[in-house]
């Protein structure tokens, strides 16, 4: 059984930052693509930055030079450094897990950005 469990929400000023952590357990973590999407109250679920197994990443425009998706296969962990947030990055921020087309997600963490 896959589990996914984030961490690193919270509340921040516009302009701050935050670092947000996912613990997988129960499998190989390094052999899973990984990612983080998000969810704003009244919009469907958006990627946000996703890593392949071998490292190649991937991000939604919207934080293409403020957000940095990593991974370290030896913590089984995948984090995700915001910098510059702006209240609209307020969502829940849920944690992927993907291999041979099976998806696993965490539960999600909130993160609240304040103007």
């Known amino acids: 059984q896959v589990q996914l469990v984030e961490s690193g929400g919270g509340l921040v000023q516009a302009g701050g930052s935050l670092r947000l952590s996912c613990a997988a357990s129960?499998?190989?973590?390094?052999?899973?693509?990984m990612g983080w999407y998000r969810q704003a109250p009244g919009k469907q679920r958006e990627l946000v930055a996703t890593?392949?197994?071998?490292?190649?990443?991937n991000y939604a425009d919207s934080v293409k030079g403020r957000f940095t998706i990593s991974r370290d296969n030896a913590k089984n962990t995948v984090y995700l450094q915001m910098n510059s947030l702006n209240p609209e990055d307020t969502a829940v921020y849920y944690c992927?897990?993907?291999?041979?087309?099976?998806?696993?997600w965490g539960q999600g963490t909130q993160v609240t950005v304040s103007s």
């Open positions: 992927n897990g993907r291999y041979l087309g099976n998806d696993y």
């Open positions: 129960g499998t190989i973590f390094g052999i899973y693509a």
């Open positions: 890593m392949t197994s071998t490292g190649a990443t």
